[in-house]
């Protein structure tokens, strides 16, 4: 796959973001990683149970998408050009003739709603005053063109600002080949993680679970975890942490997946989950 084809994943402080939907949407359906979003939602931005773009990646995920060659590293634009800086100006200057014409327009037909209320207004205002123009007729027409004359331009600093998900203005592609950098133990999880992914799983972090990583049959959208997978560096483990692993898991329905690397170097994999109660015999 040619770099200018694939999916840009930018990297900044060792994590990975994509700020394009439909990047993000083919990364979590085709490739099933899944990630993070770290945003709100455009259409519902109070909503705090769904996430909006841009979608987040851990080192683990963000090298493997690397490895398995379905992103490149999209490195972070330096100082903008004067090229870059004028379009950002005629970006903005049209942003505010726009919405000065919004709203003016929604003035406008607030002015036309209101009109006879105004009018009326103004006659009760007359009276009050004892004003010699009580008797004469009051053109409505011409108290509305009068009003809108009066409607004040939208100001900058009054400026509803856009924020885009992506970066908006056209830039020359350029890329890294530096993948994140892993410790020792997350080169273990970073096998581990290859490994569950190959037998056709989507995988999240287990951390909320006390694990390292969780199993899902399918998107996480449409289904829980099945497995809490908990990495262990040596092949044994003490009662204790055992018993405390097994225990959350069947707190949580799900099964326990205890993972290491076997003495030949493949990946071993201990699975538990919970029977019901030990009746005697």
């Known amino acids: 796959m040619e770099e200018t084809n694939k999916i ?10 994509i700020f394009n939907a439909d990047d993000y949407m083919k990364i979590r359906t085709k490739h099933r ?28 995920e963000v090298r493997f998408l690397i490895e398995r060659g379905f992103v490149n590293l999209q490195k972070a634009p330096g100082k903008p050009s004067e090229g870059t800086v004028n379009q950002y100006r005629e970006f903005s200057e049209k942003q505010l003739q726009e919405q000065r ?22 006659r009760r ?11 004469t007729p009051l053109d409505p027409q011409s108290i509305l063109q009068e009003e809108i004359g009066r409607i004040p331009k939208l100001q900058r600093e009054n400026l509803l600002i856009q924020i885009p998900t992506e970066y908006p203005f056209a830039r020359e592609n350029s890329f890294q080949r530096d993948s994140p950098r892993l410790s020792e133990r997350d080169e273990l999880k970073y096998r581990i993680f290859c490994n569950l992914w190959d037998r056709g799983n989507f995988i999240t972090s287990g951390s909320t679970f006390g694990g390292d990583f969780l199993i899902y049959p399918s998107d996480p959208l449409l289904v829980h975890a099945s497995h809490v997978v908990h990495v262990l560096e040596r092949s044994d483990i003490d009662a204790k942490n055992f018993i405390a692993c097994n225990r959350l898991c069947i707190g949580v329905k799900k099964s326990c997946i205890l993972a290491f690397e076997g003495a030949s170097g493949e990946i071993v994999y201990l699975t538990s989950h919970w029977q019901g109660h030990f009746k005697p015999d």
Request: proline fraction near 6%; include cysteine; glycine fraction near 12%.
């Open 33 to 60: 990683i899944v990630g993070n979003l770290i945003g709100c939602p455009v259409n519902n931005p109070r909503n705090t149970s769904i996430g909006g773009l841009p979608g987040i990646f851990s080192p683990i």
């Open 125 to 135: 205002k007359a009276l009050k005053s004892g004003s010699g123009a009580v008797n």
């Open 101 to 122: 014409e919004i709203l003016r327009r929604k003035k406008i037909s607030e002015l036309e709603e209101n009109l006879e209320k105004i009018v009326a207004g103004k």
């Open 8 to 17: 840009h994943l930018n990297l900044i402080q060792n994590r990975g973001f």
